[in-house]
């Protein structure tokens, strides 16, 4: 089935730092690639998304490309702050074919803290 | 505030014991999907509906089960509990099967 794999953490980085988290997945069909990030002890925000293969998903200075022929979408910053830690999900969902149920399958989560 | 409404946003129960975990979508939208994030597993997709009916089932357990009300409220039924379904619970709202999936605050569930 659809699966979603995500480098682990946790991530480490000084403030200002680039940042990169890995993403590959795996799918049939013509996913959808999300992120999502998670403050302590609040639920998931959508941080971008692409909806088909060379789109670029682009918020708050994060970027990620949607890479059909490496099946990856990993997240970039150029600059972290301290505000962005937090943890991040990739996630996928298949908006196409019969068995289409729209649901989002989710990488394990990668864990970036930012330090002054 | 997301527009997606969990109730409540903490629950302490023992083992053995029944809940019910309720979530409000946002205006609009006609489909709720629940999740579970827990440590070992991560989020996982428990089981979707769109406008009353269930439309996809993922891995819940058979000691759970949920619905959706005319209203387009959700509700997710948690029994005989055991320590193990200890997590956060998420639900997320989406119109139709477009659009982002808006998630709510989540309930986090503890069981003692």
């Known amino acids: 089935g659809d699966s979603v794999t995500q480098m682990e953490g946790p991530v480490t980085l000084s403030e200002e730092a680039f940042l990169t988290i890995n993403c590959t997945y795996t799918?049939?069909?013509?996913?959808?690639l999300f992120w999502y990030v998670q403050y302590p002890g609040e639920g998931l925000q959508l941080l971008l998304k692409?909806?088909?293969?060379?789109d670029k998903g682009s918020n708050k200075g994060f970027e990620a490309t949607y890479r059909k022929e490496t099946t990856s979408f990993h997240l970039e910053k150029g600059s972290v702050q301290v505000s962005d830690s937090a943890v991040y999900f990739c996630a996928l969902s298949d908006l196409r074919g019969s068995s289409n149920t729209g649901k989002l399958i989710f990488g394990q989560g990668t864990t970036l803290q930012v330090k002054p | 505030d997301s527009g997606v409404t969990q109730t409540p946003k903490h629950l302490i129960t023992a083992t053995g014991q029944r809940v019910t975990l309720r979530c409000s979508p946002r205006s609009g939208d006609l489909s709720v999907y629940w999740y579970q994030q827990s440590l070992d597993q991560g989020l996982q997709f428990l089981i979707q509906?769109?406008?009353?009916?269930?439309?996809a089932k993922g891995n819940i357990l058979e000691r759970f089960s949920a619905q959706q009300f005319p209203d387009l409220h959700s509700e997710l039924n948690l029994s005989s509990l055991e320590l193990g379904d200890s997590a956060l619970y998420f639900c997320?709202?989406?119109?139709?099967?477009?659009?982002?999936?808006?998630f709510g605050s989540g309930t986090r569930l503890t069981v003692v």
């Open positions: 692409a909806t088909k293969a060379d």
């Open positions: 509906y769109y406008n009353g009916e269930e439309r």
């Open positions: 799918a049939t069909g013509y996913p959808s």
């Open positions: 997320a709202s989406r119109y139709r099967g477009q659009g982002d999936y808006t």
